[in-house]
């Protein structure tokens, strides 16, 4: 069972008496997904207003509307709800749930690596509840939470940031038990403008991780290393890396295009482990020894540990599916910011066949945003990637700084149709691109 079942669940955890006592089989945000029975949820965003399609909600189905629209404050029907704000509302749900639940919570943030960090983490917890999709922002962080099964023996839950205070506000309510800063590196520079931002905003969560939980974070940089330890006294911090300084360290390190096997080491605590996983990539040990971390504060037996990460599973994140013309393609077109891509194309440079690289732009990167594509082009062509197709506007720098086996194109269809001419089954491709270019649709050409 979820914590919300029925408008009486809804009445505890929103604190406001509803008159109408029916079950909630679902939660939606969304009329065009919304099921028969569902708690709807009307948002107000910057392109779209929920508030707008209340009695489609109803006639399609919905069992209780919350609104925060004025005129139907002294609604007569019962299954409309007023409240001052949506979103503080669903805050309250989410909070008042947290509250209640006597289990773990462990809260993941990071540049780099926290989806595959969350997901690793709540695979190896069996029984436990986490975020939904890429549900991680002010809306979609708490309809994970309200989503979650009663009897879940742990929420881990997955934080993004785009502004100084998503953090602290996400994590205010989260309170974990085990908070995990995967990475601090170049992401939504527009608006943090610089890496001290995106530490800044990303070290929110530590002052509301709950006393004698842990801090989780990586050792590869001193200066924030010793930041981050001089923030709390009350907390214990773990530290993970591919150094000998760290907890948790990787050594004898080997991984191709397929899978990867180290050694998990820790002098402090006295760990040698040797990990094999069909997840592949650099980027995808430190993500392991993140995982390990926690699950060793969170004292699972060690043998488990190591049974539960050698059957994880990579969703949705540099899947490997045959292609055009028998090519392989990595489809790693969810997201994408500086750091991301050149472990990516890190990944790609393993492959014996001709490596290709499809790129499309990377947004939010403000005044940074030339220079950044010009750092990709260069580091492709350092990498020995065979040919750079750029997407966009943007990586036409990329593009001219990858040099001759870079090719640009602004149109889709007519990348469409170079992709399906080019590409053989000689080829290994990566799709990479931040999530505003879609870039799966190049997938099904």
């Known amino acids: 069972m979820k914590f919300i079942n029925n408008s009486n669940d809804l009445s505890k955890f929103l604190c406001v008496e509803i008159k109408k006592n029916v079950p909630i089989k679902s939660i939606s945000t969304d009329t065009r997904t919304l099921r028969k029975g569902s708690l709807f949820i009307a948002i107000k965003g910057n392109n779209f207003d929920g508030n707008d399609h ?27 709800v007023y409240v001052p704000n949506s979103i503080r509302a669903l805050k309250k749900i989410s909070k008042n749930i ?23 983490i709540s695979q190896c917890i069996k029984g436990s509840s986490s975020t939904i999709k890429n549900f991680n922002n002010e809306i979609g962080m708490p309809l994970s939470i309200i989503n979650a099964k009663r009897s879940s023996t742990s929420l881990v ?7 100084f205070g998503d953090i602290h506000y996400l994590s205010s309510f989260l309170k974990p038990h085990v908070g995990v800063i995967t ?71 080997k991984y191709n295009i397929k899978n990867t096997s180290f050694t998990i080491l820790s002098s402090v605590f006295g760990i040698e482990q040797k990990i094999n996983s ?46 055009i013309n028998n090519s392989v393609l990595i489809d790693d077109s969810y997201n994408a910011n500086p750091d991301s891509v050149m472990k990516s194309i890190d990944l790609l440079a393993n492959s014996k066949k001709r490596k290709i690289l499809i790129l499309g732009d990377m947004l939010e990167l403000g005044r940074m945003r030339k220079y950044m594509h010009k750092n990709i082009g260069s580091y492709a062509l350092q990498k020995k990637i065979d040919i750079l197709i750029g997407f966009g506007n943007l990586t036409k720098y990329a593009v001219e700084e990858f040099g001759k086996s870079g090719v640009y194109f602004s149109n889709e269809n007519e990348l469409k149709i170079f992709l399906k001419k080019n590409i053989s089954s000689k080829d290994t491709v990566l799709l990479k691109g931040s999530r505003g270019m879609q870039m799966e649709k190049f997938i099904n050409v």
């Open 98 to 120: 947290i509250n209640s639940y006597k289990g773990e919570v462990v809260g993941i943030t990071g540049s780099n690596g926290k989806t595959s960090t969350t997901s690793f």
């Open 54 to 80: 209340i009695f489609t909600a109803i006639k399609k189905g919905a069992s209780i509307v919350i609104t925060d629209r004025r005129k139907f404050k002294d609604s007569k029907d019962k299954s409309i």
């Open 278 to 323: 069909s997840l592949a990539g650099e980027h995808n040990v430190k993500n392991i020894l993140a995982t390990y971390a926690v699950l060793f504060f969170l004292k699972m037996p060690e043998q488990t540990i190591l049974k539960n990460i050698s059957n994880i599973k990579l969703t949705g994140r540099q899947d490997q599916i045959s292609w």
């Open 157 to 163: 839950m997955e934080m993004g940031a785009s502004n």
């Open 183 to 253: 990475n601090i590196g170049k992401s939504h520079l527009e608006n943090l403008k610089n890496i001290s931002g995106v530490f800044k905003v990303k070290s929110e969560i530590v002052h509301n991780i709950k006393k004698n939980g842990c801090l989780v974070i990586p050792s590869e940089n001193k200066k924030h290393l010793r930041q981050w330890k001089g923030m709390r006294d009350d907390i214990s911090i773990v530290t993970f890396g591919l150094n000998k300084n760290a907890d948790f360290y990787a050594s004898d390190i």
